[in-house]
Structure formats: C-alpha cells, structure tokens
C-alpha cells in the first residue's frame, strides 16, 4: 500500500513511520508512506498556503490552488482508492473503517492546518472526511498518523501472528479480556489460575467471559 500523506508540517510525521511495526511493514515494502510538503506548492515567493477568511472571522484558511496542484500533481503518479481529508467533522475513525482502509491499494491523506482547508477541496476532491475523535488538534498530522497506524498494522502481512489482530479490542465489538505475562506472582499479586492450566478450551472461555465483563464494565453501548 502507498500512503502519500499532504500537509503543512511535515516534521511532524518525521518518527511515528520509523518504528516497530511500521518500520517492519515498510521494510517488508507492505507500506510505503510518503510526506509531502505542501509548501512545495505554495504561491508566490513566499511559498504561501493560507489565507484570510472570506466573511471575516478568526483563523487562516489552507488556500484551494496550492492543495489543487498538489492533489493534481500526485494524481499524476497514483489512482487512490480515496483521497482522505483529516478533520474532526468528519465521520469517526474506528476499527471496521480501519479494516476497509487496510485493503486499498493507495492513499493519499490531506492534513488540515490553522482552521482547516478551503470548503472546495471539501466539495471537489477528497472523497472520505475522517475524525479522530470529538476533540480539536492543532493540525491533521498526528490525526494522519494514528489514521496510518490504525490501518498499517492490519495490512497483510504486516503482523508476524496475523491472527493476534482478531482479538484486538474492538475486532466483533469487544474490548479485549486480560492479559499477564511472566513472573505468576509479583508481590502477592498472582495470575488467573486459568492460564496456567494448559487447558486450552477453559482459556479461551475465561477470555471470552473476562472481554465481556470487561466491555460491560468500560463501554456498555458496544454491547448495545
Ligand atoms: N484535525 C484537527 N482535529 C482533528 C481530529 N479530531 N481528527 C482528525 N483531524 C483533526
């Protein structure tokens, strides 16, 4: 998969790509993640890429012609599958939209800065509006990467164990049950006897029994 993220700040996006699981997908060549400075496409000597509101109010607007002829230009070199435009009045990231999303072939990502980008980009190019969360970040550039990680980690492949990505929280509505790892007792606090048995049919049972309390305890509406 290509992920060509556009943006304004793209230090920002220096280090999460470089690590762990991300760093292994695109070293498999599974995920190859581009960032594109859109300042390469400002206008003028000064590069510029935003502007006042018409209207009047606080806050610069990411002008049209700069992320039109990036958009243009890129267009050029892939067909995406979606042209994604991170805000947080777009329609919530969660785990099914990551599942879709991990199955295309390229992405092209468009990061909002200042009070976001010109409504006719909006309107004309991108195709899928995405949030975060209910909340205001200062950009889209971190919204990118937890977009790109969410959806990286589920391309094929990526995972060494493909099926430990089934029981993540949220695979079937669900939160994930406990987990423990060695020593069996730390100060007095001891492992569920369970997962010491060796019993694989009694672990998978307790798992299954301990995710539900577990989502009935932290988020009741999944259950719904
Ligand atoms: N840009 C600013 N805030 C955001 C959010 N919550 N989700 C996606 N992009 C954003």
Redesign the pocket.
Known sequence: MYIDILCAVPSLLESPFQHSILKRASDRNLLNVNVIDLRKYGIGKHHQIDDYQYGGGAGMVMMVEPLYNAITDLKKKRTYDHIIY???D?QQ?DQSRANGLSLAENLLII??HYK?IDQRIRDHLVTLE???????????E???A?LVDAVGRLIPGVLNDESSALFDSYQDDMLAPPIYTRPATFKGWTVPDVLLSGDDAAIASWRDEQAFKHTQRQRPDLLD
């Open positions: 991170m805000t947080p777009g990231l990061c909002g976001g995405i949030s975060i969360g209910d909340y205001v970040l200062s950009g889209g971190l919204a990118a937890v």
